[in-house]
């Protein structure tokens, strides 16, 4: 149980254009969805954290207008990346908590996408 | 703030010799810690948590780790690496006590294995 789909997992695009990445809980419903940035060899950093319903709380540096995110259901939450650039290139993850899970539960996480803006 | 350090950036065994990971943490109040594996290009996976229950935690995949509050430590262990272990491992931390806290990665350690 506690799957996490993330969709797509790969995805090019070009400079300019936007890209949509999406988060799905398969068998639960996640009140809380985090998404997360991987640069290459490197950490995961938290970019964002959404609740169903409300705005997504973003953390700082993170640009709320080019990193857009809507948790419109209990099931999935989205992530545009609006006007690409080369250097949004990256291994975006999401990840999610089940509804009534307490704040030591563990995530379970997507299978990460992998962009490339060209 | 709740944070953790992941001493070593690579680390590389021998299979069929044990593996030590070290994690240091950081927190005010008594944390929860959890160990991640993630294999090149996927998400990741939980190897085991720690939440106050008992201080040494069994994992998954015969790993295990041991909560020691006087040396702030949470290293992760197994006695006999596989192959299959190669891969990147976080350390990681909540912050926060409420159901929307948040989980606060260590930089990594990649494990290699060499035959």
């Known amino acids: 149980g506690a799957v996490v789909s993330q969709h797509p997992s790969r995805v090019i695009c070009k400079s300019g254009t936007s890209v949509k990445i999406e988060c799905r809980s398969l068998?639960?419903?996640?009140?809380?969805m985090f998404w997360y940035r991987q640069f290459p060899k490197k950490s995961l950093m938290l970019m964002a954290t959404?609740?169903?319903?409300?705005?997504?709380?973003?953390e700082q540096g993170v640009e709320k207008d080019k990193f857009l995110i809507n948790h419109a259901s209990l099931t999935l939450s989205t992530l545009t990346v609006t006007s690409a650039h080369p250097e949004d290139s990256s291994f975006y993850i999401c990840?999610?908590?089940?509804?009534?899970?307490?704040?030591?539960?563990?995530?379970?996480f997507g299978n990460g996408t992998r962009l490339t803006v060209t | 703030a709740q944070s953790v350090t992941q001493l070593d950036s690579h680390v590389s065994v021998s299979e069929g010799t044990p593996v030590l990971l070290r994690c240091n943490y950081s927190s005010s109040y008594s944390p929860s810690l959890f160990w991640y594996v993630q294999h090149p290009n996927k998400g990741l996976q939980l190897l085991l948590k720690?939440?106050?229950?008992?201080?040494l935690v069994k994992g998954i995949n015969g790993f295990e780790a041991e909560f020691k509050k006087s040396e702030t430590s949470f290293h992760l262990t197994k006695p006999s690496a596989h192959m299959s272990d190669a891969a990147e491992y976080f350390c990681v931390v909540t912050r926060g006590v409420s159901s929307a806290s948040k989980i606060i990665f260590g930089s990594g350690t990649r494990l290699s294995i060499r035959p």
């Open positions: 959404s609740n169903e319903g409300s705005k997504a709380t973003y």
């Open positions: 068998d639960f419903q996640a009140t809380t």
């Open positions: 990840s999610a908590r089940g509804q009534g899970s307490s704040y030591n539960s563990p995530l379970h």
């Open positions: 720690y939440t106050s229950a008992a201080t």
